[in-house]
């Protein structure tokens, strides 16, 4: 049975996630992405970008800034609606969000049922602008990429001559200052969204909805997510966030708490570029040319964080086998595409033969990442690159030496083929599409 108990271990091992500032004892719900780490959710960001930006003519990208004016959040709803209730245990005075609690409403720490009033506290973190720490002055990291999406609307339809319906899709760093932090990447304090605004007609509202709900869950699939790890849930009225008509959350069954949220799909309406076209004074709206008139678009926003969908996939691709760990990562995930391997490290005509294989397949064909072992026994390395997700290893042989093929080994079958050396990058090629 796959537990996040396991998943912390493996990452924490092969290189992928370490806690932060781990020399000084850690900071809760904060994490740094170590070597293999930053390929993976490299690759993520990459899937998503040519999934929702490359693939289609009608989207464009974006990158805002992190520091935003004061008056962006004033206007958003955020200084004043962003918040969870928080509660305090009367018996060891640590506190928690009151709407996560057990249901038995014991204290996670002390098992004490013994609380303060639930008082709602705003998750954003503040700062200051300059020299002098004075209300004009402050400003707060943004909990979210999409307002600077809609306070940069007018340029991006000026500048990119986009019609409706469009969208501006962004990935970058966000920060919410959690009550309650845990289960790993699930709920942290920095993290990395991924977020698409897609402007339509208000009519075709609900039509437009439902096709990113589809094309978001497909996503996941597509990508090595089992279909019965996923489920939709519809918002309730009294759950959906103040500009949202309809929410609707892309549900994974987490092994910490079956059911829960992945990605998030909400129809904003016009909420936000109403709201900073008034605050503003600046005209946020749409031109029609075919009905002659200005509009101002409605907005649905599919919206994931990095961190969270990499645990996602880490969780569905970890196999325990009879003797090895293998994560199934799909290829297009993989940290390393390739591994390549002398059979030996103290024979120079092997190691010599596989640096030359190694150097044909990162410097002429660019399949890239690569990666080159010479450590311990061959089985050793095996299992090491399998634990990674590794795909293929390609073994350099004392038969490569003498009829110029090498063997190609499969991560999830163990299988291995004999291929000769000029027609490794085709073969590797075909595996690989």
């Not at 004033?74 to 009367?90: I, M």
Request: glycine share 6%; net charge neutral.
């Amino acid at each position: 049975m796959t537990t996040l108990e396991k998943i912390v271990s493996l990452t924490k091992r092969r290189g992928f996630v370490f806690p932060g500032s781990e020399i000084y004892g850690g900071i809760g719900g904060i994490y740094d992405l170590g070597p293999l780490g930053v390929e993976l959710a490299g690759n993520i960001k990459t899937a998503w970008w040519e999934n929702i930006v490359r693939k289609r003519d009608n989207i464009v990208g974006l990158d805002s800034s992190i520091l935003m004016n004061q008056k962006v959040w004033q206007t958003s709803g955020h200084v004043e609606s962003f918040a969870d209730p928080l509660t305090e245990c009367k018996n060891c005075h640590l506190r928690f969000r009151e709407d996560i609690l057990p249901k038995d409403k014991k204290c996670p720490n002390c098992g004490k049922n013994n609380w303060t009033k639930p008082q709602m506290f705003n998750l954003m973190f503040k700062t200051h602008i300059g020299p002098v720490e004075d209300k004009a002055s402050e400003t707060y990291l943004r909990p979210e990429t999409a307002q600077g999406i809609f306070v940069n609307f007018r340029n991006v339809v000026d500048t990119m001559r986009v019609k409706l319906p469009f969208g501006i899709a962004q990935i970058g760093k966000g920060f919410r200052n959690e009550i309650t932090t845990g289960n790993f990447l699930f709920r942290v304090r920095e993290f990395e969204m991924m977020e698409l605004e897609y402007f339509i007609f208000k009519d075709q509202s609900e039509k437009d909805f439902d096709y990113w709900q589809k094309e978001r869950m497909n996503w996941f699939i597509s990508l090595g997510i089992k279909k019965q790890n996923l489920r939709f849930r519809e918002h309730k009225e009294t759950e959906r966030a103040h500009y949202a008509t309809r929410s609707v959350d892309i549900e994974y069954n987490w092994p910490f708490m079956e059911w829960g949220e992945l990605e998030g799909i909400a129809n904003r309406t016009d909420f936000d570029l109403t709201a900073h076209a008034k605050a503003s004074g600046q005209d946020l709206s749409y031109f029609d040319e075919e009905k002659g008139k200005k509009m101002v678009p409605y907005v649905i926003e599919p919206s994931v964080g990095v961190g969270r969908a990499m645990t996602a996939f880490l969780i569905d691709a970890y196999h325990e086998e009879k003797d090895r760990i293998v994560l199934k990562l799909h290829p297009k995930l993989a940290p390393v595409k390739i591994a390549v391997f002398p059979l030996l490290a103290n024979k120079p005509d092997l190691v010599k033969k596989a640096r030359s294989i190694y150097q044909l397949l990162t410097t002429n064909y660019q399949l890239l990442p690569v990666a080159w072992d010479d450590r311990g026994n061959i089985g050793k390395r095996y299992y090491a690159q399998d634990e990674i997700g590794t795909p293929f290893c390609i073994t350099i042989d004392f038969q490569t030496l003498e009829d110029d093929t090498v063997t190609i080994r499969d991560r999830d079958t163990t299988k291995q083929e004999r291929v000769k050396i000029d027609k490794l990058a085709k073969t590797l090629e075909e595996k690989f599409s």
